[in-house]
């Protein structure tokens, strides 16, 4: 056939160059990493540790496991990590909080973290439980994310990551503050920052330009969330402050009772997102997996990473 012009003289040779290459397999220089959250109950341990096994596979730089609201999760966070330790080879992260604690209390879960041989944290202010209002600072606490980080590096040379927020932290007195926040967690000790999840990925591209006019030159990876319950996700942004964009609303619209498809649009979008990151330059990703492996396999596939197969298939490749 012709490429100039087909039967409808709708596509031209160069078109059809365009679409080619946006087929072409990536190679699998990126870093991804994995986040978890501790299960409530016997079968969601058992759906995470299959879930972990899975992503195993594909080499994550690390894996990290949130604490709790208020710290609720405690001993389901220590309890993870330790397994992640004793049964895997996976580096854990552990997400670390200021809520609800003296520090006195915290330091003591960093040095037991340490003692294990625990040596990246997420540290984080935190959220207080659902119900219980607004954030106050422990009256013996470390008051915000900043504070946590200079301590956490008085007790130990841990790698800290802290968060980041390309749409502004929603109690942010503005984007400008909140930037100043995230560079007072870099100047304490922090190495790089995870983002919350966002849909919009010029709004992650514009917020790295901010940074780096800020000044903070640490990597700043986004977090992706492929998103498997639309309902949740809407209630859960209103709280953090990412927002949903209206193409996003219509392609989930009315999926609520059809999970089937909704996996295959949710995979659709973030294999979106993440190669559209990649042609920006982005080559660090870490994934939100919910504690399912499914979406984040199939992302990662199409970003070139894929499981060391048993018959010697082809490694993720790594960069630095
Ligand atoms: C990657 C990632 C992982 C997360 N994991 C968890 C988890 O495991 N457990 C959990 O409970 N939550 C978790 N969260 C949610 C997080 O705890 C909330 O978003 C929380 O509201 C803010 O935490 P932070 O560390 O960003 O806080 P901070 O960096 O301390 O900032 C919080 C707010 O306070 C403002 N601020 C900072 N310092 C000051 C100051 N001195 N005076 C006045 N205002 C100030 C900031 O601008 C911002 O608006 C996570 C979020 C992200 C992005």
């Not at 591209?205 to 940074?211: C, K, Q």
């Not at 319950?229 to 193409?247: E, H, M, Q, T």
Request: glycine fraction near 8%; proline fraction near 7%; charged fraction near 20%.
């Amino acid at each position: 056939m012709n490429h100039d012009e087909d039967a409808r003289g709708l596509m031209r040779a160069d078109h059809g160059a365009a679409i080619l290459a946006r087929r072409q397999p990536l190679p699998g220089d990126v870093n991804v990493s994995f986040e978890f959250f501790p299960p409530a109950s016997g079968a969601m341990e058992a759906s995470l540790w299959t879930s972990i096994q899975k992503l195993e596979s594909l080499n994550p730089v690390y894996v990290s496991v949130t604490y709790g609201a208020g710290g609720a999760t405690r001993d389901r966070t220590h309890a993870t990590i330790a397994r992640i330790l004793g049964e895997t080879s996976l580096r854990p992260a552990a997400h670390l909080t200021c809520v609800g604690a003296t520090r006195e209390e915290v330091d003591a879960v960093a040095r037991q973290y340490l003692d294990q041989g625990v040596f990246h944290i997420v540290a984080l202010r935190g959220d207080p439980p659902a119900g219980s209002g607004p954030y106050r600072p422990h009256p013996g606490g470390y008051a915000y994310a900043a504070d946590l980080v200079a301590g956490l590096k008085r007790i130990g040379d841990f790698r800290i990551s802290v968060a980041a927020y390309p749409e502004t932290h929603p109690r942010a007195a503005s984007p400008g503050a909140d930037l100043d926040n995230l560079k007072r967690k870099i100047d304490a000790g922090a190495s790089q920052a995870i983002t919350q999840f966002f849909f919009d990925e010029s709004a992650y591209l514009r917020f790295l330009d901010r940074v780096l006019a800020a000044g903070i030159t640490v990597p700043v990876v986004p977090g992706i969330l492929p998103v498997t319950n639309y309902a949740r996700l809407v209630d859960f942004s209103k709280k953090c402050g990412a927002s949903i964009p209206p193409w996003m609303a219509h392609l989930f619209d009315d999926l609520d009772d059809d999970p089937e498809t909704r996996k295959l649009v949710a995979a659709t979008v973030a294999a979106e997102q993440c190669r559209a990151l990649y042609a920006n330059g982005v080559r660090d990703f870490h994934f939100y997996t919910l504690n399912r492996a499914y979406l984040t396999l199939a992302i990662c596939r199409t970003l070139g990473v894929r499981p060391k197969g048993p018959r010697g298939g082809p490694a993720a490749t790594r960069g630095a």
